[in-house]
């Protein structure tokens, strides 16, 4: 099957990277997750705009230097992630196509990406990451979470400390992008 990705020159894609069967593993790992990144941006040129990173997937929005290089960094990340995290995933359950690859059950292979059009699309998308862990009852205020760039947000003073509340969210609009 063939897909078809939009290469927007100094675009900003939003990624959607899960595990395989949404295994619990990049909390567990998240040193081994960092490292892959850290490691990564050693061959490309990028900057992570905006990340959360759940149990069993992570959200980001990249801002690659070259733009048709954003499908190697995702590779490349999947890839380091996997040689240094060891076996995380039962392989007894892999599905048949995984087991003829050797691969070893940490990633689904496809992941979700959208090309971000504009500045509002940018910072909606950035709102849905950062509440991304209320959403899913992992927390009850954003705030709460450590595993995401909202901390980095809060320095910057682009949020208040209390944004994204389950009281709070009301107020916020547009947040739907799965």
């Not at 705009?49 to 149990?55: F, G, R």
């Not at 990249?62 to 890839?79: A, D, F, R």
């Not at 050797?102 to 504009?118: A, S, V, W």
């Amino acid at each position: 099957m063939n897909y078809r990705r939009v290469f927007v020159p100094n675009g900003y894609v939003h990624i959607i990277i899960t595990s395989y069967d949404r295994k619990s593993i990049f909390i567990d790992n998240i040193g081994t997750l960092r490292n892959a990144f850290k490691n990564v941006r050693k061959l490309y040129k990028f900057e992570i705009i905006a990340i959360c990173v759940l149990p069993e997937h992570i959200h980001l929005i990249l801002h690659p230097e070259n733009i048709n290089s954003y499908p190697k960094i995702i590779s490349s990340v999947k890839h380091y992630f996997s040689r240094n995290v060891g076996q995380v995933c039962p392989t007894d359950n892999l599905k048949i196509g995984y087991k003829n690859k050797r691969e070893k059950g940490i990633f689904q292979r496809r992941y979700y990406e959208h090309t971000i059009k504009n500045e509002t699309e940018l910072n909606n998308q950035i709102n849905y990451i950062h509440y991304n862990p209320v959403k899913h009852g992992l927390v009850k205020n954003v705030k709460d979470w450590p595993y995401s760039s909202f901390h980095k947000f809060i320095e910057q003073s682009l949020y208040d400390i209390n944004w994204g509340s389950e009281a709070d969210i009301k107020n916020i609009l547009d947040l739907n992008y799965e």
